[in-house]
Structures are given as structure tokens and as C-alpha cells.
């Protein structure tokens, strides 16, 4: 068995790797912490992968508040890097963002798709700033940075929080395993990344030969959610 000593050197090495342990502050002027490429890549595949089942069987999927008109013109990663340079919350609510994310999606029929990705992942990600960041703002800045009213992310915030049972703890445990989970991702793109480079550098030949020119702030609200904003709902 694993001691507790290696077993907390593990977890804090998955931290460090995921850029968990630096605050946003000292991100200002330093690239985005990995954690949001490898949410991102693994939200990416999670989507593929429900979108096909959905085209290739007869399964019906439930609409939700969390779907959109049409699929958002910015991808998961920008999304994600947008979410995180403007809301100014801890890269951890990434993390805890995704917990939320696959705790919601447990109800039948309900798959996150493009339609509805976007709007999970900034509500998943408010609801966890306010529950473990000591400072944040309201939902009409938020509703802002995610390009939505602020009428419609009070509604998936609610919508989000109803769905959880307002049960926002999670056990170290938990988290250290998603925080494993996102690493794995990590391993993927390393082995995915040459392919596509290879596959771009074919394009690129063929586009050549081919004679294509193409040029192919805010005031912060401190406060929690707490016993009288659920209305004695237990966590």
C-alpha cells in the first residue's frame, strides 16, 4: 500500500503539473496553466463522442436549459482561456468545473454536445468560484465574459445548482482523480500532436503543388453561497 507521505507527493506533483498551485495573479503576464488545454481536449473528445453515438443510434436526447441555438463560434480551449483571463478565478475551478460537469450529466438522456458544452462549462465553473475562491464577481460581469444575458446565466446557475442537490463538496479524493484523469489527456496529445503535424505538413505539400495561393473590472462581490441563499437546502 502506498503511503501517505508518496501518495501526497503524487498529488502534489498532478497539481503542479496542471498549474493548480500558482494563483491567477502570478499567471497575469505567463502563459494559461495546462489545465485548461487538457480540460478543453477532454471536453472536446467527450462531445465527438456523444455526437456520434447520437448520429449512429436511435437514442433521444433531452433538451436543457444548457443548449444553445447554434454551436458558439469560439472553441472549448479560447472559451476556457477567455473564462479564465477575464473571471479571474483559480485554475482548481477548472477542475472542480468538471467534476460538476459529469455529476450533471449523470441524468438520463442528457448529453453535452457543441450545443450545449459551452454553457455547462461557464456555469460549472461560476458555481465552483463561488463556492472555493474568496473573491468573485456577479453573474451580470459573468454573464459577460460567457456572451450571455445576464438573465440567462442566473438561470443556469440555478439550473446547475437544483440538478446537484446544492451538494458542492468533493472529497480530495475525487478531485486528485480527475486531476490524474486530465493528466492522462496530457499523454494523449503528445501521441496525437506528431500525426497531425504529419498530416498538416501533407496538406500544406499538396496545397503547394497544386498552385493554391490561398492565404489560408469590476467591482468583486465577496460572498458565499450560504445557508439562506438555498434556503436550508443541505450541501
Known sequence: MESPT?????????????GLTVSHSQKDDAEFPKVLLLLSAYL?????????LLDSSKIK?????????????????????RIFKYAKCSPSCFVLGLIYMERYLRQPN????????????IASVVVAAKFIDDAFFNNAYYGRVG???????????????????????????????YCLQLEKEALVLVLERPIQVQAANVT????????????????LVRERYSS???HGCSW
Open 6 to 18: 508518496t501518495a501526497a507527493g503524487d498529488e502534489l506533483e498532478s497539481y503542479l503539473s496542471l
Open 44 to 52: 472536446d473528445k467527450k462531445v465527438q463522442q456523444n455526437e456520434e
Open 61 to 81: 436526447e433531452s433538451t436543457t436549459i444548457f443548449h444553445g441555438q447554434r454551436v458558439p463560434e469560439l472553441s472549448i480551449k479560447l472559451y476556457a482561456e
Open 110 to 121: 442528457i448529453y453535452m454536445t457543441s450545443f450545449s458544452v459551452h454553457r455547462l462549462l
Open 147 to 177: 456572451g450571455i444575458t445576464t438573465r440567462e446565466m442566473n438561470m443556469l446557475e440555478l439550473d446547475l445548482l437544483f440538478s446537484l442537490d446544492f451538494r458542492l463538496k468533493v472529497d480530495i479524493e475525487t478531485f486528485g482523480s
Open 204 to 219: 500544406k505539400h499538396l496545397i503547394c503543388n497544386s498552385s493554391a495561393d490561398e492565404t489560408c473590472k469590476h467591482e
Open 228 to 230: 439562506q441563499a438555498v
